[in-house]
Every structure is written in structure tokens, then in C-alpha cells.
């Protein structure tokens, strides 16, 4: 049971009383004196006594409440803070240790080692502009302190990395809407990646000219060979007749993350930087011309003299990520085989 007692009732304390609080004071400091004295062996001990040093530093704190109200500062009480901040650092309780470090700058501005306690727990965090404050406003107080001058070096460092990482990131976002605006302004419609293992990941770019740059995959199925053009413009023709064939519509999300894969780190992504609410499609309604179940395929023939943007342009044309076509001779016989539908991909 806690007996508590109002210092503003009945009326000023005795001298009795006076002497009896003291004795309570100094009963509670000398608790909280070998509670502290207990907790640093037990840091000292080793890893295996980290949870008993944190018992023992909540012990004392406990007994040196009720602390005082901001401003009034509490050395001894914030020693204690920053050492329960110290064991949590070493037991990867980051947010913990945050709270404590911040707890004994709050009860004294002039502890050097809660600055930095308080900022290596934000670092670890991720919390890099906190991580500087700390590191800055110890250094007013110490401003010769070598750790703290390290240790901003340090998040100074990764606040530059943090930001060129993020920058590319939204560079790279920039860049694969402006593709997807274009494939929309053009009514292309994407669809899911096929044939990667000859291509790896490649994917369409957009010139100055607003001109889009397609990697093409060309297969000749007859002779079961392929060939791989890296960057073959939309506005270019082809000589050749190609007949293509088609896949799967991807949503405009889809589409996005396929133009961001391997430019930049997949985590680093947020769904607000790709502007799509949940069930947007980015061909709409448009029909999709895939493999039946027994394997067909319908195919879409390629006349001479078009160019590269008017073949994908076709209403029915589902881009596999990168176009991909078939090149068949009229003149042979598998040609026919291959239009009469006794052929099918291997």
C-alpha cells in the first residue's frame, strides 16, 4: 500500500514531519543507489545479465518518483535513464532506448553520453534528422566530444545517401509514368513477360522526341532460332513479314513495377508514388487474344511497310512486356503447317 500525502494539506510540517520525510528521502536515494550499483555489475557480467541490469535501473528509477517537471532538472535520475538506455541499445531495443536517452537529456541538458546514447537509437531507427539534432545539441554542451563528432559525420553520410536514393527513386517513377502515358496516348496495351530467358529484363524507352525505343524479340520457328534487337523505334518499319503473337494484360501498376524492376530497390517503393487505386486496369476493356486451353493461338498478321507503332497500335495486340514476333517464310511448307495451327510453341 502507498501512503501519499498532500504537501498543501493541513497546514506547514512539523519539524517531526519535516525529519521523518527526509528519512524517507534518503531510505529511497540509498535504494536507488545500490539498484544502480546492482545494475552495472550486471552490465559488466555480460549479455546473459542485460534483462536483470534493466530490472535493476527500473527499480531505482521507480524509487527515485515522483521526478521533477520539466524544466526542473534530475542528474542523478537521468543517469539512470541513459544507463537503462545503454543496456536497451546492447539488446537492439532501439525504440526503448530512444525514449530513455530522450528522457535523460529532458531531466539534464548537460549529460554528454545521453546525446549520444539518444542518437545512435535513432539512427538504428532510421530517424536520421533526429539522430543530427542529437549529435548537435550534445555537441554544444561538449563540443570537443569525438564520438559525437563521428557519429554526425556519420548520419550526415547517410542522410546524402538516403537522399540520392531517394531521389533515383523518383526518377525512375517519373520516367516509367511518362512511358505509361505514352502506351496510353498510343492505346498500347501490355500484358505479362514472355521469353525473359532469351531477353533477360528489358524494357521500352521514351527519347526527347517523345519517341518510344522498343527492345524487340524476333523467333523463327522453323529453324528454332531467335534474334534480339535492343532498341528498335516505333517510328521505324518492318521489311520482313512477322506474324505475333500475345499474352496477358497487366494492370497500370503492373505496368509500372515492370519499368521500375531492377532500376531500383522493390522496398523502396511506396503505392502512393505509383498513383493507381486498387482494381484500376490499364487496358480497360479491352479483350485479351491468348493460348486456348488445348494450347492454340491466335495470331495477328504483320503487313510489310508498317511501322513498329502502328503493329502495336492493333486493337486486339497485347505487348508480352517487349513485342515479341514471329518470323515465318511464305514460301515454305511449314508456313502452312504454322497457319493451319499444327504447330504450337515448344
Known amino acids: 500500500m502507498a501512503l501519499l500525502m498532500d504537501p498543501g494539506a493541513g497546514g506547514p510540517l512539523t519539524e517531526s514531519e519535516k525529519a521523518d520525510l527526509d528519512a524517507i528521502n534518503a531510505i529511497k536515494e540509498s535504494a536507488a543507489a545500490e539498484y544502480k550499483e546492482k545494475g552495472n555489475r550486471f552490465v559488466k557480467m555480460g549479455r546473459s545479465h542485460y534483462a536483470d541490469a534493466v530490472d535493476c535501473y527500473t527499480k531505482a528509477i521507480t524509487q527515485m518518483e515522483p521526478l521533477p517537471p520539466p524544466p526542473v532538472p534530475s542528474p542523478d535520475a537521468s543517469v539512470l535513464f541513459a544507463n537503462r538506455a545503454h543496456v536497451n541499445l546492447l539488446l537492439g531495443n532501439h525504440r526503448r532506448a530512444l525514449d530513455d536517452a530522450a528522457r535523460a537529456v529532458q531531466l539534464s541538458p548537460s549529460n554528454v553520453k545521453a546525446y549520444y546514447r539518444a542518437a545512435k537509437a535513432a539512427i538504428a531507427l532510421s530517424l536520421l534528422s533526429e539522430a543530427a539534432s542529437f549529435c548537435r545539441r550534445g555537441l554544444e554542451q561538449d563540443p570537443a566530444n569525438e564520438e559525437l563528432k563521428k557519429l554526425l559525420a556519420q548520419v550526415d553520410a547517410q542522410q546524402s545517401e538516403q537522399d540520392r536514393h531517394r531521389a533515383k527513386v523518383a526518377q525512375a517513377v517519373s520516367a516509367a509514368k511518362d512511358i505509361v502515358a505514352a502506351m496510353e496516348k498510343r492505346g498500347l496495351t501490355l500484358g505479362k513477360a514472355t521469353y525473359q530467358e532469351l531477353t533477360g529484363v528489358k524494357k521500352p524507352k521514351l527519347d526527347e522526341q517523345g519517341v518510344l525505343h522498343w527492345p524487340v524479340l524476333l523467333l523463327y520457328p522453323e529453324v528454332m532460332s531467335s534474334d534480339f534487337i ?71 498478321n504483320v503487313k510489310e511497310g508498317k511501322t513498329l507503332q502502328e503493329v502495336l497500335k492493333h486493337k486486339d495486340f497485347i505487348i508480352p512486356a517487349i513485342p515479341v514476333f514471329f518470323v515465318v517464310s511464305r514460301k515454305s511448307t511449314f508456313y502452312r503447317e504454322f497457319k493451319a495451327g499444327n504447330w504450337s510453341l515448344p
Open 230 to 300: 535492343e532498341d528498335f523505334p516505333e517510328t521505324d518499319t518492318f521489311v520482313p513479314h512477322l506474324d505475333a503473337g500475345v499474352g496477358t494484360v497487366l494492370s497500370k501498376s503492373e505496368i509500372l513495377k515492370f519499368l521500375l524492376e531492377g532500376t531500383v530497390d522493390s522496398k523502396s517503393l511506396v503505392e502512393s508514388l505509383l498513383d493507381e487505386e486498387d482494381g484500376e486496369n490499364y487496358a480497360g476493356e479491352s479483350s485479351t487474344i491468348t493460348s486456348s486451353d488445348k494450347g492454340s493461338v491466335k495470331w495477328i
